[in-house]
């Protein structure tokens, strides 16, 4: 029987030379201490509002709220209702989280070479000791193996976050959020520090579906009648104030395309008065977006918010799975983008302001090299966030830092962000990182590129510094 | 004196790593008794229905038909006329192949370091013996060895068959093919398993040259009057029904974008009605053929064919080539590509059916990572071919592996096919394959990325499994 | 204290593996004797038309005029002010030389993997004798080592092109210079081969700003009246002769897009004449270009110069630099580009003629494996240009190899040049070059891709023959 940590081993995932795997197990070793900044992600604040939280199932932690997983099992023809996930209309779907285990682990091969495969190994190995490698053999044991560890208290989201070694996570949040969670765990007696990030999509993009509802949401939180334009924009200038004071750090925003550009306010509240008639046109929206991406910048001159902005993903591509399961079912694919036309209104306008920093995340590798490494070796304001989603992988991560470094800098890099809403698998996707991070300085090391007291800094930076310091945290 | 066979060693293509070699080595021989599966490729039936076949000269069987190889030394400044190609016109070109050959031998170095080099290096020296490093020094007593080999009974299509250890063969044939060769193969007393496949482009594509010659055949081979779009139809779906009694497993279309849209009934008819007449425009055609792509997809999900499409290919771009000698002359160039929004509306329809396969193929490597594999890694009906044309190289495989798995799975792949009509070269291609796949997972194997029991699976898929499950071969 | 030759190890920058990097070093070595050529490139003929030419201080040389340096800074906040870069309005900016360079020093660590980086600290220890790797602390005494060698007689350019061997170096030059240099340098005592270049930008891009004083200088040079198209187009033809006589082998031209289309004469004329009004509009301007790429070809075909293109640069995105420094600084910032339909008309037109030769450059790595080495691989007029600007790195030198080779073949590519103005950098580019190509080649061989004997003949056609035969040099 193949036990995990036959190859889990300590070099794992570094290059077979046996020179570069010496400096990269050396350099992996000296980031031991350093704790996990997570500046963007998508875990629930619940989690560590309530002191007595608890995971579910080994179904429910690591199947059901999982598009990596299920889209995967999906596209080899097993039915979503047979991996329980709920349906839009509540209609029957399995139910016996043991049948569910079962049908994953006897597909475990799909995942072969894939990230999700990398992190669960690791996941089930590091957080919950499994030392098997799992199979439709002995699903059920290491489905009862995990089961008795969620059912510990060792396993609640506070006690992991200290085991984990994290120093801050950040969460995202719409801009109507309550952040009443936050709010709970500030005043708790727990001292983990679990920050809001203002994300406004549902409100700045008017093409929302149910985009009214939202705007009643922030007439509530805001206080402010959002009638026009102008009260619109005030409305999102007091969300962002309450979510400042609430240790918010930056703010998120996704968009089809990167397209920016003001409009003229009278352009503005013209489209904005169709918005709230409901009368929106493609058009509309597009130059809308464009136009508030503007306005955010702008925001971010004024309050220090740093502004992320996620690039290229075509959402809820497959409309029937839509339909029937609703959004983020692993039916985003991504298309190809383009930053230094679309980007140049911004850039003109905010790109040379000192105190600004823009962080962009996309899902269309050809722009690293050609677009973003280019642009942000130049504008002050602009970092490169860490590869994005799909790219969150260990090829991935090597063509980012193999297209991106030698124009942009490793210092117009933001670091990592682990972008989950899977928190046990958080330190699975940060000592991915830090060790393709470690190899890769290594290559750059015995390749006499740079020389070991620059690499130790480098990876350091990789690891800590940047997201820090580009974060502000 | 360069011997061939002491650079042709054992592990050659590898990675020079010494335990990621050794583990290649190992996964490579595993391979060893597989049998090759040919699931496409456009090898003339003729040579497998005339029992006494002959390829003719040396040059005739590696030179004048390949342009692979021809339009290299073309590059270079060698008129075609000088290398025996052809004329549209009938005009005088090179006879003399032992001159012809001699001139390839020549410039044999333009050759160095690419696929047609790899391949023929390999097939003189496996398939006709050849032992030196071809030259202009060696070129006619190399001439001489290879002629020799071909007078040979041995060197027979069917032989070769056997020593090639082919277990299945599929062909490429117009829609409007009496398949009267696999009919001959079929009723003959040999055993081999070569298999056609549907091709209609020239009837599909409104603005085929001479597409009202194609759509006279139509009506001959189908018995059915073609005089309105749902003639048209019906036969084609009698043509489809024929190739599938006649063994063929798949269908295989062209298309320049990957654009599908279907068109209403009136408005297909529209079109049709400007085609018979002559009178089709750009647009017509392009709309035709998005709407012909959904009617394709359709009869899949009813006939059970798969369905192959090669996308983004413009053809014939040297016009005075292809004046002069016509199509296939080495100057079809490859476009941008993209498929998230074009497919959008076939993957709609028929993407979710659990009885359709599409395998994609295409020229634009940006799409592996960015659109293919998302989209195979989600949609059941789709799977992503291998790196097809100029891609099915050492570099092209390696990128494509290192591209597609992590995102689609291995499992969301077809598989090998060879795509060629140089019959002798099939098993270097292959081999080529097999060497690229276990060097692949070999280095997945020593980065303890997958154990060494799922990395046996994992070639074993790459070379005989998946081609085989795809095709429903 | 870490001396720079420690990591300056003769193999340096090749591949860890032992077998590849002792393989890269004796093809490295066989290249040691051969001369530098130096096809393309922007150093000024001052240098050498003035024998006493000096570099000034080591900021002067370095950093003030080295957009790829000043960038790196200006992107992590240092104002150009501040690093002496002249303003446009003759403002005031920083003038104390050693505390620009203080301030470089400090920020050292943001090349870090960078060419430029690689560049520097080659160039510092090879021409300048620097033994210490510099930072904050060793800022001033490197200063002053730097400072006495610059002082001495042999740190002239005339000496140094000894020192360098080069062989051959062509400048650039606008099409109405007057080659006053180039002249004072032929005619002088010394030896070295300075060649111009013709490039017509200023006057064929009718957007150029202060378009009409081009022409006016272009009237003065050539002593034709333009008065219209067709006065132009003799204009021309009659700078394209004086450069010819005075050495010149190439014409350089700089696009946005690789759009070509030939207008007629009275459409031309037409454009022509709005431009001389001063009433050009954008779309003229793209038209323009796209008939003057095609005059210059044909130009080309009857006067022989080598027709060099650089397609895909955005020149001076951020507006706010560009109106207070000018061009130039780092602002460019690259674009997608496409070939194959752009480029159809002029190689249709020229691109099988036999005395015409066309190098393309571009900043879209996604061309290569799609559009230019397929074009490369037949058209024979149409060579590839080493890897440009961003690219011209060791792992965009890598990916050009890896991407272009297989299907173009190495002898549809141009060998290298080092596209600089800085000078005294030209070794260290070429190395840089060369060791990439060495560990390229040697990559091939332990893979048995080829053997030793074409190793040998590959990197030397890299480092020397194709750049001489390309060039007609």
Redesign the interface.
Known sequence: M?TVN????E???????H??RKVALELYASLDDLPLVCPHGHVDPRLFADPNFSFGSPTELLIIPDHYIF??L????IALEDLGVPRADGGPVETDHRKIWQIFAENI???????SG?WLRDELHSVFGVQE?LSGRNAQMIYDQIDAKLKSPDFGPRRLYERFNIEVLCTTDTATDTLEHHQAIHSSEWNGSILPTFRPDNVVNIDTINWIDHIAALEETSGVAVTDYGSFIEALENRRAFFLENGAKATDHAALTAYTKRLGNAEAETIFQRALKGTTTGEDAYQFTGHMLMEMARMSTEDGLVMQLHVGA?RN?????FDQFGPDK???????T?F??SL?PL??AY??H?DFTLILFN????TY???L????????A?KIGPPWW??D????INRYF??V????????TAGFNDDTRAYPSIPARHDVWRRASANWVA??T??????E??AY??VRALAYDLAKETYNL
């Open positions: 193949t036959r190859y889990l081993s070099d794992r995932y570094f290059d077979p030379d020179s570069q889209r995967m999906y596209s080899q023809g091969h799909l995942f072969r070479g894939t990230p990398i490698k075509y591509h497959n409309a029937i799975i692993g039916a985003d694919i991504p298309i190809a383009e230094t036309r140049q850039l003109f790109g040379n000192p899902l269309d590798e050809t090299a050609r677009e490494a280019p642009l942000a070796g130049h504008y002050p602009l799909f790219h992988s260990l090829n991935g193999d297209q470094i030698e124009t942009a800098g490793l210092y117009n290559g750059l015995v390749r006499g590129i740079v020389d007291e620059d800094s480098m």
